[in-house]
């Protein structure tokens, strides 16, 4: 099929384009976030990144962090969370797990110790329900630090959750009192 390589550079292209600057290669996301696989196959390659739908499908299925999603009739595709563009996923609250992980840098610690978890450019807070993860998560930034977020209780405390399709947890924010570095 396609190297491990290609495969790599093809779901960093697509986290680009999907999830953040559609406009770089010309095409256009719906409101919920979805565009056309076939404007999408030929614009990519237009700018360089050349695949077919069989590569692309390959992709997505073998993506370990589930990151796209293609419709059930794999004429549309989407990323399934992390935009920085205005785009509604179409997610319903959930009821969150007790605890809930997020890794960052060791470097941020006493930032986020202080302020809270912030979505910054992002729709969305990201968290994880295993700190395996969330030390993944943080290892991409530097040394790892995984703060445990008391999930259940925000929820009680009105703060709303939402369960992405690739099981990624989102919230607004995370207000420093729910916060525990480990």
Sequence with gaps: MISDKENKNISKFLSLV??????????ELDENGWTDV?????????????????ALKHVVTTNNKQRFAFNDTFDRIRA???????VDLGY??????EVLYHGSAIKNADSILASGLEKRERHHVHLSADVATAANVGQRHGKPVIFEVTA???????MPFFLS???????DAVPPKYLKKQ
């Design 92 to 97: 319903e609250a959930k009821i969150p797990p």
């Design 165 to 171: 399709n690739n099981g990624v947890w989102l919230t």
């Design 38 to 54: 076939d404007a999408l196959i030929a614009k990519s390659g237009e700018h360089g990144v050349r695949y077919n739908i069989d």
């Design 152 to 158: 259940l209780q925000m929820h009680h405390d009105g």
């Design 18 to 27: 999907l999830r953040h600057q559609p406009e770089l290669i010309g095409i």
């Design 80 to 86: 399934n969370q992390g935009h920085s563009v205005e």
